[in-house]
């Protein structure tokens, strides 16, 4: 009996947690919704319910699904010493992560994307436009969520560790983005990525959004390397740094094989580029993803 009573002690002690957790969750996803508006000077029903904006519709669920993401590391399934420590813990990180979410598109805007006007695309119903901005932002929070996983308690040297995995992701993302552009420009007669985007190549957003986010998978190998330390900070952002730029250049290597057999005979720039085939480039993101999540789960 006494085992019993035990039991659904812990039990409720747990659903408080969870309710706390959950409560903060949708607060934090509802506040994400209004800081797109804000950001984009909109109103987010006008533009969702009545211009019908599809692209600014997918650049907010992207930031919705990246918090969420982020907001996945921040619950660890540990109860906390108390219910305020747990909202505190869980309240905190999540609106860091926010931060950084909306600091990442910052970053993404004005040094991976850079020859665009992302926002004004975006509230010119520009779809490709809206997929490039909601797979850069889930990148940026399948790195940040890493971090928190990674990372031990709650004090400064906790948020100093997570600003530095987020510089480390956005240097890797952006110079990705600039090799992705030379290998574009090499395969289509010195074009513009960034204007196939704004000219509303669907099929090359697809492909692009597969590279970023497996870039992003690949990065976070690094944490199963790696032991948290507070007075390691600098040893930890450069450990983050090299194993990054590792682990995407054998993600890249693997995920080229991987699509030279799966799609074997055909030409994948041709389909993409010039005929902007959304179902080879489907595949092409499908890969990309797969070989990643396969790569880290294996370093795991």
Do not use: C
Request: hydrophobic share 55%.
């Amino acid at each position: 009996m006494y085992s019993l009573f035990n039991i659904t002690a812990i039990n409720q002690e747990i659903m408080i947690i969870l309710a706390i957790d959950v409560v903060i969750a949708i607060l934090l996803l509802t506040a994400m919704r209004f800081i797109s508006g804000i950001s984009a000077k909109v109103n987010t029903t006008d533009e969702l319910a009545k211009k019908d904006n599809f692209a600014f519709g997918i650049s907010v669920a992207g930031s919705v699904a990246a918090l969420g993401i982020v907001m996945t590391g921040a619950i660890t399934g540990e109860s906390a010493a108390s219910y305020e420590l747990e909202a505190i813990g869980m309240f905190s990180y999540g609106l860091f992560g926010l931060i950084l979410i909306k600091l990442g598109r910052i970053i993404h805007d004005r040094f991976a994307l850079h020859h665009l006007d992302k926002m004004a695309e975006i509230k010119n119903r520009n779809i490709t436009i809206g997929l490039v901005d909601a797979a850069g932002v889930i990148a940026t929070a399948i790195i940040i969520r890493a971090v928190l996983i990674w990372v031990d308690g709650l004090n400064v040297y906790t948020f100093i560790a997570i600003t530095s995995g987020f510089i480390v992701s956005q240097i890797i993302l952006v110079l990705v983005t600039r090799i992705r552009e030379v290998h574009y420009r090499r395969n289509n007669q010195q074009d513009s990525m960034q204007e196939a985007f704004v000219d509303g190549q669907i099929a090359l957003a697809l492909r692009y959004s597969g590279q970023i986010i497996s870039t992003a998978l690949a990065v976070t190998a690094a944490s199963y390397f790696l032991i948290y330390s507070p007075e390691t900070i600098i040893e930890n952002l450069l450990g983050w740094l090299v194993f990054g730029l590792i682990m995407t250049v054998l993600v890249s290597i693997l995920t080229t094989i991987a699509k030279r057999i799966i799609l074997w005979g055909i030409n994948m720039a041709e389909e993409v580029d010039q005929q902007h085939n959304v179902g080879v480039a489907s595949i092409e993101m499908a890969i990309s993803i797969a070989i990643a999540m396969i790569l880290t789960a294996l370093m795991a």
